[in-house]
């Protein structure tokens, strides 16, 4: 006859399944838009973090960029990409659209290193929503950069959640357009390019058009920004250093 299993047993089972009840509880809560305490976050410039109630933006999430105008929102992508970079180094950034077009050049100057950029080319939705959602659980990938698709809902709850798991950034990059309709992503931002100071032979900084339209607890604003990429930082357009400085301090 088989050894009756100890006393305990039945206690240590059921003690195991409600913790992994509650572990799941936690996940789904999370993906509500409540992050854990301990959820790390990106700076971006003090009036943006102000607006942010987690204080920056956080890892682990899925954030929305409408690209009024693709060149500032695929600048303004990068430069989170890079902040994903520096704040977890060593781990990859996953680029997805139908045709990843990167310009190593450009992308360094936003302080991004293609040395860790992994293209992947999906022409078919579901192939990119796919290849997000497992990049997003890998937790040996600090971001992904997910262009073009629109995804329902359920779709983009599937890819917060797998943020969540991974630990990573994720983005979401897509054309712009007068009803974006409800997200799952904890925010949503648009971004304009802005005419920039220009001088010969000197291209300038880009200066973009920054709106926050929607933040889970927190506030929508509207800043012109700069990113200057000599002290790899981004500024109030037209502000001087002393200014800066002054608003920093």
Known sequence: ???????HTTTLDR??????LRARIA???????RLCDDARTLPLAPPLDAHLPWGGLPLAALHEVLAAEPGAAFGFAALLL??????????AILWI???????????????????????LRATKPADALWAAEEALRCPAVAATLLIGPNPDLTAARRLQLAAETGGGL??????????AGPTAALTRWRLTALPADTTPH???????????????????G??????????????VAGATPTDVRRRRA
């Open 202 to 220: 000197h291209l300038g900084d880009p200066e973009w058009q920054v709106s926050l339209l929607r933040s889970r607890g927190g506030r929508p």
């Open 82 to 91: 890079a902040r994903a970079e520096a704040a977890m180094p060593g781990r």
């Open 27 to 33: 996940r789904l809560e999370r993906g509500s838009g």
């Open 15 to 20: 003690a195991a399944l409600l913790a992994g």
């Open 222 to 235: 509207q800043w012109a920004m700069r990113w200057d990429a000599a002290l790899g930082r981004l500024d």
């Open 97 to 119: 659209a139908p045709d990843p077009d990167a310009y190593p050049p450009g992308l360094a100057r936003l302080g991004l290193s293609a040395s860790s950029l992994i293209l």
């Open 170 to 179: 994720g983005l979401l990059l897509r054309a712009d357009s007068d009803d």
């Open 1 to 7: 006859m088989p050894e009756a299993p100890p006393p």
